[in-house]
């Protein structure tokens, strides 16, 4: 168990719709990871929030967003959702020391119909 | 961050030591080597990490050269619940999040 709860663990939902995925990080990790991981292709690196800004930002399309609350829990926000965005979503947490590893939850699985 | 090549797929036979490979040529002075498993679909686990000495824990150990282009995982007794992808990756810091390409799917056989 690596401490990072996400929820849920499954979501199921229409095209045109938005979904929100929510993840706890470990306790006392400041940091968190969101990545996107979909058959074709592999983990992709989407946002990183640090203590409630945004710190970094990878493949992330305009129609997601996502925030970090003062408690340290994220949310990932998407909307118009596409067949194509039907994948497993994780989050991550960390440490933000230089060299601290992430610590991945067991991922949100979004099929899109 | 650096590039890292591993081979596609490796077998292993149940008990015995499982060895992956990473090469990663362009790693530059600050950066650390890193590497995670994926047990299908479930989230990557994080294994072991080092910047130049060898380190070792309770899962595995991981073996730098001195030029620092290359390395080597370690599972030392290498169990049916150790099939997974294997990710090796070179980072300077956990701060930019990962890049994780495609891995060593590792098959150990009973």
């Known amino acids: 168990d690596s401490g990072v709860t996400q929820t849920p663990k499954h979501l199921i939902t229409a095209t045109g719709q938005r979904v929100t995925l929510r993840c706890s990080p470990r306790s006392g990790d400041l940091s968190v990871y969101w990545y996107q991981q979909s058959l074709d292709q592999g983990l992709q690196f989407l946002i990183q929030y640090y203590n409630g800004e945004e710190r970094a930002k990878g493949n992330i399309l305009e129609r997601f967003s996502a925030q970090q609350f003062p408690d340290l829990h994220s949310e990932l926000n998407l909307s118009s959702l596409e067949l194509g965005d039907s994948a497993l979503y994780f989050c991550a947490s960390s440490v933000i020391s230089y060299n601290s590893p992430l610590h991945f939850g067991n991922g949100t699985r979004l099929t899109v119909t | 961050d650096a590039k890292t090549t591993q081979p596609p797929s490796m077998d292993c036979a149940e008990g015995r030591a499982a060895n992956l490979p990473c090469n990663h040529s362009t790693i530059s002075g600050n950066e650390y080597v890193y590497w995670y498993r994926q047990i299908h679909s479930q989230g990557p686990q994080y294994i072991i990490h080092?910047?130049?000495n060898n380190e070792t824990n309770e899962m595995a150990s991981l073996i730098i050269t001195e030029d620092r282009k290359s390395s080597t995982l370690i599972l030392p007794h290498a169990t049916l619940r150790d099939t997974a992808v294997y990710y090796c990756i070179v980072s300077g810091g956990g701060a930019d999040g990962l890049t994780f390409g495609k891995g060593t799917h590792l098959i150990i056989q009973p």
């Open positions: 080092g910047l130049k």
